[in-house]
């Protein structure tokens, strides 16, 4: 099995060119009590690229991004994210840092007590202080259209099916205009079809807001329809990396069964 | 609970303590979402604290009127109810009252937040949930549990003024001036200052019960259990500390 410093000897770099890093892990890990659930995982993550982190359910995945984003504190390594090492940020750094990066939850996460144009709204008066209804209808009409749902603003997210509150809590995160996504098992619980327009959706915020991403999922078409790269995670470790067509021969008995179906 | 447990247990509670009142006094200031939380505390209790404050008031004026006639002292009457309404019946029921309604609400509202990760997006997303949800609510219900209280108190004095009148015709005057002699400042202040107090406890035993809930859905009814409960324990012990305390100055 490869260690971090293995994975360090195949640089990323090489298989994503001379693009710069916008996010660097290194050596992080984390357990909760005795388990152990990250053990030493490093990785980049490159300008514009999109890093899907394939694994099976309880291999740590959607911890590493907590980590990112100071969700969860990493018991020791180096999280260097937009040049900030979240690790040594203090909480007002922390914010400043969180408002360049875009979280969409596996549950969506959206506010029930608030209708979508709300939920929408919210991190724009919170962060940014508009307060002009103007200002805040164009910037929640936008973002609506850009995740194809502009008719839904005055919508309750219970309203909402499973697929359109995924949409809608993207939205939520692109009205702030994020450097960075990560997207914690976007396709989970979806139909093919809707799995596949989310994927869709996913590569298309890349190319309009040229964002880089961290998609964390177990679901193998999203990982051959949005990766750049793949990171495959096994126990805590990072067991592969390598593009979708490459981890597809894999021998691997951990990681062939994913591509056997 | 293991002698460990209850030492981080009380060091969460001492911090959570502390980031209300850093939070309370650090701009930016919450008071849309306080004003919002007022309005909501005062509408969700207002039905309950009016119907068992009139009830409270009728049943005491008729449970005390054979003994004090007994003595021939029926005309004390508003004065007894009066003391015991302003003194120590309004304060105590109202927070009861809230303590149920408005501490299952928030308990639960907040551990819900959390189960569902809602908690967590706003963190992510830089909104400082914590002074939004938290503070705002404490400091609602800190602010309006002495309105209610003051409420209480006149609904109840009301229910007393209907008994009595219906059974001896006095007026509304003379028993609204008996009232009011026999009424002291220090009657009134305490009164606010216990109700402040239990709308303090109120707010931040509920959202501390909500914010830090266990995940999954048993956690939002241990939640909501949990800040009714304490919330309502609290409120014995603040009425008492504040007995003692008061007779000082009586």
Not at chain 2, 26 to 34: F, L
Not at chain 2, 75 to 92: C, D, E, F, K
Not at chain 2, 131 to 144: N, Y
Not at chain 2, 153 to 171: H, K, M, Q, Y
């Amino acid at each position: 099995m490869d260690t971090s410093a293995d994975y360090l000897k195949k640089s990323s770099t090489a298989k994503m060119g001379n693009r710069p890093i916008v996010a660097s892990l290194r050596h992080v890990k984390k357990s909760f009590g005795a388990m152990e659930v990250l053990r030493d995982i490093s990785l980049d993550l490159h300008q514009n690229e999109n890093l899907v982190i394939l694994g099976r359910s309880g291999t740590g995945k959607s911890v590493l991004i907590k980590c990112m984003v100071g969700l969860i504190r990493a018991d020791t390594g180096e999280i260097n994210v937009l040049g900030c090492d979240v690790r040594s940020l203090t909480p007002d750094q922390l914010d400043e840092l969180r408002l360049q990066i875009g979280f969409s939850f596996q549950g969506s996460a959206l506010y029930d007590s608030m209708t979508v144009r709300q939920n929408l709204e919210f991190p724009l008066k919170r962060n940014k202080a508009i307060f002009k209804k103007k200002e805040l209808e164009d910037l929640v009409i936008n973002a609506l259209k850009d995740v194809g749902l502009e008719n839904t603003s005055d919508k309750m997210p219970s309203e909402l099916s499973g697929g359109m509150k995924k949409r809608i809590g993207i939205a939520r995160t692109l009205i702030l205009k994020p450097k960075i996504m990560l997207y914690d098992e976007p396709t989970a619980g979806l139909d093919p079809i809707t799995a596949t327009e989310i994927n869709e959706l996913i590569l298309s915020v890349r190319e309009k807001y040229n964002t880089s991403s961290i998609i964390i999922t177990h679901d193998i078409s999203c990982a051959r329809q949005t990766s750049d790269r793949i990171i495959a995670l096994v126990n805590g470790l990072n067991k592969e990396e390598s593009t979708f067509d490459e981890l597809k021969q894999t021998k691997d008995p951990d990681l062939a069964p994913f591509f056997s179906y | 609970m293991k002698f460990k447990p209850l030492l981080l247990r009380s060091a969460d509670i001492y911090q959570f303590f502390q980031r209300i009142f850093k939070q309370a006094f650090h701009a930016p200031s919450e008071w849309r979402e306080v004003l919002k939380q007022c309005f909501a505390v005062g509408n969700r209790s207002f039905f309950l604290v009016t119907f068992t404050a009139f009830l409270a008031g009728v049943v005491f004026t008729r449970q005390s009127r054979p003994s004090l006639s007994s003595f021939g002292a029926e005309s004390w009457l508003p004065s007894l109810v009066s003391q015991a309404v302003i003194r120590s019946l309004g304060p105590l029921i109202t927070g009861l009252i809230c303590a149920g309604k408005l501490g299952s609400n928030i308990g639960a509202e907040l551990a819900s937040m959390k189960v569902t990760e809602q908690i967590d997006a706003m963190e992510v997303s830089g909104s400082r949930p914590f002074s939004f949800l938290v503070v705002s609510r404490v400091t609602a219900t800190t602010l309006m549990l002495p309105l209610l209280v003051v409420y209480a108190d006149c609904v109840a004095l009301l229910g007393s003024f209907i008994t009595v009148n219906f059974i001896n015709n006095t007026g509304f005057k003379l028993y609204f001036n008996t009232v009011a002699s026999h009424i002291t400042y220090l009657d009134i202040f305490s009164s606010l200052i216990k109700a402040t107090f239990f709308g303090f406890a109120i707010g931040f035993i509920s959202s501390y019960a909500g914010y830090n809930s266990d995940n999954g859905t048993t956690g939002v009814g241990k939640a909501a259990n949990t800040a009714v409960v304490i919330s309502m324990l609290f409120i014995f012990i603040i009425d008492l500390v504040m007995l003692q305390f008061i007779n000082l100055f009586r």
